[in-house]
């Protein structure tokens, strides 16, 4: 049997891909190389537990996801919308001014940026929101650090928080990232909110893996290659196909790409960023708010960047009577998981006292690809391109922005394309 459409990857973008392609009365077979959909959104049961893989948040501005989400049937929760900062030894609390001014008139008092920055930020928020989200991903672009310090921003500000703040964004704290991606992420945390489904990120990419056919995914499938006939899968079966979609994280893309001598161009990135995610259960909770809590005063303090507890925002994250607390470290740490697990709990001894040593240890998540890497030259226009050949496309963050909006405009760029093609070329009915 010939397929009209192979896609390889059953994450948000090659799901997203096969969901368009399905409107459009063309099907698709996806397959997966894990036991389950989701690649990077991913949610483990441990304990009564709900262990996302590596801390992260739905952002309910996200276009793509009201387009193409049942955002009611997750049951979103959110975040409140500013952080605790921690800064020479005392937690200031940094409100977003639209939504919380009395709290934002306490912070206009804290320590994190002068005055000045504070209405700096009025400045930034006003520029992020204005035009289209396309717009703002195509704007003229140069690393967010120069851009916050052309804004005016004092480096007390940077440091204390955006570094960690964007830092917790872009999973890097040097803020090499484009100042696209700074005006993108600025413009969606003003415009919604941070948010958490009650039943852990997974239930994204299930939604939408429900929406297929039934027989359309087959997980525990890797590919191994790619070829105009079609792919070929470990253990070397051939599954012939009129078209294919590498819709895999951007190195493992590159790799099948590179495989299919006959591509036309179109590289595809592989700089990657990663993190580490610890997760404790706690009798109590150290902090009673629903909020993120940032490491103001950078790596000298210790490894952890940002801290929150998920309970707190969808009680279901915990099983009844304790709360999950979950701690975000920049990077991959090249310290061994006993000396990591030691340096956490130090420094968050420091942070919320003694009650710290009672906490229980959970799960170690090292992600060494959790992002693509987004420096200016990596945004570039040409890296975009989601054709490859006529009858090879490519899907995933990498193509667009590292992101949930990003995989899941990428699966859906990647599908149009196939389509406008094979309409005109009347290769798939
Ligand atoms: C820790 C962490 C925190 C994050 N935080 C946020 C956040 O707060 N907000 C946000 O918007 N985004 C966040 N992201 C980014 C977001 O999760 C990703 O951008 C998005 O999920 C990428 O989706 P994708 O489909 O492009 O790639 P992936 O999810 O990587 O999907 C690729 C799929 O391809 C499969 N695959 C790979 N090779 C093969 C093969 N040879 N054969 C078959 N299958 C294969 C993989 O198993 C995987 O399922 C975070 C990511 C991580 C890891």
Redesign the pocket.
Known sequence: MVHDVIV???????LACALRLQQQGIEALV????DR?????CTDRVEGFALD???????TA?PEGRRVLDLDALWLRPFYPGALVRRRGRFHKVADPWRHPLDALVSLASPVGTLGDKLRVRTLRARARGGTVEERLSAPQTTTLAALRRDGFSEGMIDAFFRPFLGG?FLERELETSSRMLEFVFRMFSAGDAALPAAGMQAIPEQLSLRLPAGAVRTE????GVDREGVTLAGGKRLPARAVVI???GP?AAR?AAADRERAGGAVPGAARG?T?LYFAASQPPVTEPILVLAGDGPADGPVNNLCVPSLVQPAYAPPGAALVSVTIVGVPALGDAALLAAVLDQLTDWFGAAVRGWRHLRTYR?PY??PSATPAELDPSSRAVRLREGLYV????RES??????LV??RRAAEALIAESERRGTIA
């Open positions: 390889i990857g059953g994450g948000l973008a090659g397959l997966e190389g894990a959909v989701g690649g990077r959104v893989r590596g801390f992260q948040v739905y952002l996200y964004v499938t890797v590919v191994t819709a895999t994280e493992e099948l993190t995610c992600i959790a992002l899907a995933g963050d990498h590292p992101s949930t909006q990003g995989a990428s699966g």
